[in-house]
Structure formats: C-alpha cells, structure tokens
C-alpha cells in the first residue's frame, strides 16, 4: 500500500543516488556501504508504489516519477535546513551579539559593484533599517544559498542563474566583456565576438564549478576571483562578465565588449513564502534604484 508521507533519510538517501546516478558513489558521498543504500531505495519504491530509478549494467537512470521526487525531495530538504537558520537569524542568536533585525545578502563576488553599493547606501539611509550582511558567492551559489536558509534575499544574473522557485523583481541589464591579459592580442580590438573568443589554444576560457564539478575544457579551475584575477595577468586564461565587473579589474587585465553575448539581467530574489517586512522595505529600496 502506497504512503504519503517520507522521512528525511529516505530523502537523503535518493538524492544522492539520483544526483550520483550511481549507487556506490552514492554509498561513499553518505557515508555507507552500498547493500543498504540498495535496499533502503527498493523499500522507498515499494512504500510509495511507484519506480523511481531505472537499473541497467551501466548504471542508474531516473524515471518520470524519480524527476519529479528529485526535483520535491531537493525542494523539501533545503526547508528543512533552512527553517533552523532563519529561525535563530530572526531571533539573533545565531552568531555573538547577533542583532534581530538582520538580513543577509547573497552576491556573486564582483558583480554589480556599483548597484550593489548604491543599494546598501540607499537602504541604509531608511528609517528603521537592518544591518546588511553582505556575503559573496562563487557563480551560481546564490541559488542554493538562498534556498538553504544561509541567505534571505541575494542578487542573481540570468540567464546564469535560475529564478525558478523564487519572487523576483529586474533591476539591471547590461552586456557582457572578455576580460583578458592586457598584452594579448585580442586586447587590441575595440569589440569581440563569442567566436573570437572560443577555442585560441593559448588563452583558454577559465572554468567555474557548477553543482560541484567543473565543466570540460582546457582552462584552469577556478576557486575564486583572486585567483581568477592573477591567471588572467599572467596570460593563463580568460573570462567572460557583465560589463559591471570592470569595477576590479587590475591594469594588467584589458576588458573588451561582446558583441553577440546575450544581455546579463540582474535581479533582486527571495523566497517566495517570505512575509518579512525588512525583507519587504529592502525590495521596495532596490525597485526604486
């Protein structure tokens, strides 16, 4: 007889194996051995009545059912870690001295410098505003702090980002550059295409971690925009941003408009069951900038 009700292990223990597509990797990313991930998942198909994962010799594969529990199950986890950090942020007891009326602010680190700044000025001059902590992510890591409760709101760039699951308003759109080494040749050229920049054997593109790999390619993996920056003067690599990152960039870097890039839209995001009035007097500031 099918149930309507799962636990939090049984989650875990799918998610892992949905995104692993693998039961022994999934076994050693939980920490188990691999006969009881196996049976905890056949037990999870039985309770719910349906099948989740398709088995052959190469590996696993998700059904139609097993999408949809992958992408609820994802959503119902990062509630459940989210509700105790939000909790104790609203009561501030979540760090020393922490203050009630407080709100974190996910940033991809370097982008929108200048927005970002006429924002917190904006807001700061408000009567009754809350402290703004500031804290800057690698590409993509809005979306997941934001769902996981480490942030309450964050600033988020399509198409690089998904807004799905979350109320937005647009603030910004702007095009993007190829930041490269200033001595290279291509620095001489007022504008660029993106296939211009595509395949040249001694400058490849830098690669960013997405869900916790690196996409293939020649270029360096990159952990952060310090380390971004210097492989980038010392002709390691190059990267491609929205026009706003010129704001760090060091004289050995030369930036150079894209042509054909698409457009870099910025938006001010949050959770949509959010009934905060902080969060609310923050948006109302952004929308007016």
Same mark, same amino acid.
């Given at each position: 007889?099918?149930?309507?009700?799962?636990?939090?292990?049984?989650? =875990?223990?799918?998610?892992?194996? !949905? &995104?692993?597509? *693998?039961?022994?990797?999934?076994?050693?990313?939980?920490?188990?051995?691999?006969?009881?991930?196996?049976?905890?998942?056949?037990?999870?198909?039985?309770?719910?009545?349906?099948?989740? /994962?398709?088995?052959? $010799?190469?590996?696993?594969?998700?059904?139609? +059912?097993? &999408?949809? %529990?992958?992408?609820?199950?994802?959503?119902?986890?990062? !509630?459940?870690?989210?509700?105790?950090?939000?909790?104790?942020?609203?009561?501030?007891?979540?760090?020393?001295?922490? @203050? $009630?009326?407080?709100?974190? /602010?996910?940033?991809?680190?370097? +982008?929108?410098? &200048?927005?970002?700044? =006429?924002?917190?000025?904006?807001?700061?001059?408000?009567?009754?505003?809350?402290?703004?902590?500031?804290?800057?992510?690698?590409?993509?890591?809005?979306? &997941?702090?934001?769902?996981?409760? $480490?942030?309450?709101?964050?600033?988020?760039?399509?198409?690089?980002?998904?807004?799905?699951?979350?109320?937005?308003?647009?603030?910004?759109?702007?095009?993007?550059?190829?930041?490269?080494?200033?001595?290279?040749?291509?620095?001489?050229? =007022?504008?660029?295409? /993106?296939?211009?920049? @595509?395949?040249?054997?001694?400058?490849?593109?830098?690669?960013?971690?997405?869900?916790?790999?690196?996409?293939?390619?020649?270029?360096?993996?990159? *952990?952060?925009?310090?380390?971004?920056?210097?492989? #980038?003067?010392?002709?390691?690599?190059? !990267?491609?941003?929205?026009? @706003?990152? $010129?704001?760090? /960039?060091?004289?050995?870097?030369? !930036?150079?408009?894209?042509?054909?890039?698409?457009?870099?839209?910025?938006? #001010?995001?949050?959770?949509?069951? @959010?009934?905060?009035?902080?969060?609310?007097? %923050?948006?109302?500031?952004?929308?007016?900038?």
């Amino acid at each position: 007889m099918a149930v309507d009700t799962l636990e939090t292990r049984e989650l =875990k223990y799918f998610l892992a194996v !949905a &995104e692993e597509l *693998h039961f022994g990797r999934a076994a050693e990313r939980l920490g188990m051995a691999q006969p009881p991930l196996s049976r905890a998942i056949q037990q999870l198909e039985r309770r719910l009545g349906v099948r989740l /994962l398709e088995r052959n $010799r190469r590996g696993v594969c998700l059904t139609g +059912a097993g &999408e949809v %529990l992958l992408d609820e199950g994802r959503a119902a986890l990062d !509630a459940i870690t989210a509700a105790p950090r939000r909790t104790r942020r609203a009561g501030g007891t979540d760090r020393p001295g922490g @203050s $009630r009326n407080r709100l974190v /602010l996910a940033v991809k680190a370097a +982008a929108s410098h &200048e927005l970002l700044q =006429k924002l917190l000025d904006a807001y700061a001059a408000e009567p009754d505003a809350a402290e703004i902590e500031v804290l800057p992510s690698g590409t993509c890591e809005q979306e &997941e702090m934001l769902r996981d409760g $480490r942030a309450d709101v964050a600033l988020m760039h399509t198409p690089y980002n998904s807004l799905t699951g979350f109320d937005s308003e647009q603030l910004l759109t702007e095009g993007q550059i190829a930041i490269l080494p200033a001595g290279h040749p291509l620095a001489a050229h =007022k504008t660029l295409s /993106l296939a211009d920049i @595509s395949d040249i054997p001694d400058l490849p593109l830098a690669r960013w971690p997405r869900h916790g790999t690196y996409p293939p390619g020649p270029g360096p993996e990159i *952990h952060d925009q310090t380390q971004l920056a210097q492989l #980038i003067a010392l002709g390691r690599t190059m !990267a491609v941003f929205p026009d @706003s990152a $010129r704001a760090w /960039l060091w004289a050995e870097h030369t !930036a150079v408009p894209l042509t054909d890039a698409p457009p870099i839209v910025t938006h #001010i995001a949050w959770p949509p069951h @959010s009934r905060s009035l902080t969060l609310a007097a %923050l948006i109302r500031t952004a929308t007016r900038l």
